[in-house]
């Protein structure tokens, strides 16, 4: 029977503190002098490593994997043993604030995440509440300090929550969906409706990710994949609006540095500006924007995070090696980037590519960041 480790009931914090032997990714996001681009890699921890995929039978279930603090440690800690990343992302899911509100969240091979509840009226909406991050969520948080004294200090480890409105998506549709009826049904119908759930989130993410950094988080992203199923208007008042309120509500520093948070609308390129004036230190970028003009657009205001195509990952070593190359002669010479696929990357994906993706970015880099 598996365990979950209770390190967060068993350890002194200041264990935790160790000195940050490699802190290229803060530096970056914080628009620092760096020696050569950071990276890492969305979705660093997964199927596409046979590590991962041991563990994750030995497991039973993806949701024992994420609720068990010393597994998600381990396969969090995995793909920093294989190559030479800059940050570790802990292992878990974006949907665990609203299975912590009791709506049931399970996974369904071949379907996805789903979920036992759905949101689909006033009555429901009102009988959600801010989780107890120390009864429901406790567990993310021992994966995080657990981490943070198992990486002792080799990079910085990123705690993450989706946003508002992604939750809302798979709240209310109960599981993924193609055309999000029922929600935008819900958004254009009963607004007052949507904007109450939002809100609920709101303030549940911001505890959440308050609580990621107390257990030992170094920084943070906010991840938006259904942003872009939005019209602008709507994405401003639905979206925009609700992770401004989480950026503002955060803690920004701790073990005397700040917290730099990254946003990333998946499909939001053409809201850049909008983003950038949000107060996030990083704005991620999917691969339909080209990033030597989201530079032009943002100009010094933030760090941008991107964005290669995940599928170059099925192409030879060598190309992989061009692409990588490619994307940082677009962003050019000077502070303000970090490295990364432009969406999660992909569970068949052969991880000697991942290999060559991360070397040659710390290969071909160092020109552009030279005094």
Not at 61 to 86: G, I, K, N, Y
Not at 172 to 179: C, L, M, R
Not at 246 to 265: S, Y
Request: with cysteine; net charge negative; aromatic share 8%.
């Amino acid at each position: 029977m598996i365990k979950p480790f209770l390190y967060l009931q068993t350890q002194n914090q200041d264990e935790v503190v160790a000195e940050l032997k490699n802190d290229r990714y803060l530096r970056a996001l914080l628009r620092q002098p760096v020696d050569r681009t950071p990276v890492w890699v969305m979705r660093q921890a997964g199927r596409y490593l046979p590590e991962y995929r041991e563990v994750r039978a030995e497991a039973g279930s993806f949701m024992t994997l994420c609720s068990t603090p010393d597994l998600a440690c381990e396969v969090t800690l995995q793909p920093l043993r294989r190559f030479d990343l800059d940050a570790a992302i802990i292992f878990s899911d974006i949907l665990t604030i609203p299975d912590a509100m009791g709506l049931g969240l399970h996974f369904v091979t071949g379907e996805g995440p789903k979920f036992s509840s759905t949101i689909r009226s006033a009555a429901d909406i009102k009988q959600l509440a801010v989780p107890d991050m120390a009864d429901k969520l406790g567990y993310v948080m021992d994966a995080i300090s657990l981490t943070r004294r198992e990486l002792d200090g080799k990079v910085p480890l990123i705690g993450f929550s989706g946003s508002p409105w992604t939750l809302a998506c798979y709240m209310v549709e109960g599981g993924t969906s193609k055309d999000f009826a029922k929600v935008k049904g819900m958004l254009f119908d009963a607004p007052d409706q949507m904007h109450a759930l939002l809100d609920i989130l709101a303030d549940s993410v911001i505890a959440y990710l308050n609580a990621q950094i107390e257990a030992g988080a170094q920084a943070l992203m906010l991840f938006d994949t259904w942003g872009g199923s939005l019209s602008p208007a709507n994405y401003r008042e639905f979206s925009l609006t609700y992770m401004e309120k989480i950026v503002n509500g955060l803690t920004r520093k701790a073990d005397g540095r700040e917290v730099p948070i990254t946003m990333f609308t998946k499909g939001g390129g053409q809201w850049l500006e909008w983003m950038a004036e949000t107060g996030v230190n990083g704005v991620g970028l999917d691969w339909t924007t080209d990033i030597s003009q989201a530079r032009k657009r943002v100009g010094d205001k933030v760090t941008l995070q991107g964005n290669m195509d995940p599928c170059v990952l099925y192409a030879s070593g060598d190309r992989v090696e061009q692409e990588v190359a490619r994307i940082l002669a677009d962003f050019g010479r000077g502070e303000g980037h970090v490295f990364n696929l432009g969406h999660g990357i992909h569970p068949t994906v052969n991880p000697d590519n991942m290999a060559r993706l991360v070397d040659a970015v710390h290969k071909h880099s160092a020109q552009y960041h030279q005094s």
